[in-house]
């Protein structure tokens, strides 16, 4: 008697974490894609205005997609998402933020695809969002070290080229580069 008491106690128990198991799931499906639809509702919200950016949206999408990519994080989009909270950041001033979602997408989700770009893109926001100059040099660097053969090396050169000219240097350079320009154009 005692062990069919047993028997039917751990089979009671079996049956419980099962069941439990399967609406926990779910549960956590539903709330997954809950928050996936309240992320989409978001962007249409965001990216509707044309000319200026609804910065409330905008702090309620970042922290949308922060929260999918911190409770989901092997879904196929957490890196998308990463990705495109960053650029918001960047967008609404939030620069550092921005940059710590980009080291995350390639600390988290090295498979991602956009190394380049985010290397790139880390560096662009140091030099002209963070004034990091010295930060930017190093990540400018980054890009053409790991990435020399791509697109972004080449941008980056060039950004090393002029980093530490004056806003009056510059001025000054494009002036000197859209002379020659015209010259050219002119003897063909």
């Known amino acids: 008697m005692k062990t069919n008491f047993v028997a039917f106690l751990f089979g009671a128990i079996l ?54 990519v911190d409770t989901y994080p092997s879904d196929e989009r957490a890196p998308h998402f990463l990705y495109k909270g960053a650029g918001i950041a960047r967008g609404v001033g939030v620069h550092n933020r921005a940059i710590e979602m980009y080291f995350r997408i390639m600390d988290d989700y090295p498979d991602f695809g956009k190394d380049p770009e985010i290397y790139f893109l880390i560096a662009f926001t140091l030099d002209n969002d963070v004034k990091d100059i010295e930060g930017a040099k190093g990540m400018y660097n980054e890009v053409i070290a790991r990435f020399p053969d791509h697109e972004f090396a080449v941008q980056a050169e060039e950004r090393l080229k002029t980093i530490d000219l004056t806003d009056e240097e510059l001025i000054e350079l494009f002036m000197q580069r859209n002379a020659e320009a015209e010259a050219a154009a002119a003897t063909q």
Do not use: P
């Open 15 to 68: 049956m419980t974490a099962c069941g439990g198991s399967a609406s926990e799931q779910e549960q956590a499906k539903n709330e997954m894609e809950s928050l996936a639809h309240r992320i989409d509702s978001l962007e249409q919200v965001l990216f509707s205005h044309e000319s200026r950016v609804d910065r409330e949206a905008a702090a309620q999408l970042l922290q949308s997609y922060i929260k999918f």
